[in-house]
């Protein structure tokens, strides 16, 4: 019974040990590009990670690996998207570039 809980929970286990290593390498690499290559756009830079992330997930949803989900759907459509999805979107904007503004 144990062995089967921890099977079921050893890949979200996995996926939060990968985003905890990944969070601060990322930081670390924006770091580095902006202080010792003197990338001076943080703006820049932090859009081309979400744009990435973008690109990668329209791919991942167009070649059927990744599902979105009815309610991110309709999060998305219509008035909704100016009331749900672009303040979301805003803050981390301004949470991404302030962060790397600071190198």
């Given at each position: 019974m144990a062995l089967e809980i921890l099977m079921r929970l050893l890949p979200t286990i996995l996926v939060c040990l990968v985003h905890l290593w990944v969070g601060p390498m990322l930081v670390?690499?924006?770091?580095?590009?902006?202080?010792?290559?003197?990338?001076p756009f943080p703006a820049a830079l932090s859009a081309l990670g979400l744009?990435?992330?973008?690109?990668?997930?329209h791919v991942?949803?167009?070649?059927g690996c990744l599902v979105v989900g009815a309610d991110a759907r309709?999060?998305?459509?219509?008035?909704?998207?100016?009331?749900?999805?672009?303040?979301?979107?805003?803050?981390k904007a301004i949470t991404l570039i302030t962060g790397n503004a600071v190198y």
């Open positions: 670390m690499v924006n770091k580095h590009i902006m202080q010792e290559l003197d990338f744009m990435t992330s973008g690109v990668v997930v991942g949803v167009a070649l309709e999060a998305a459509a219509g008035k909704m998207w100016y009331r749900i999805a672009l303040p979301i979107g805003l803050c």
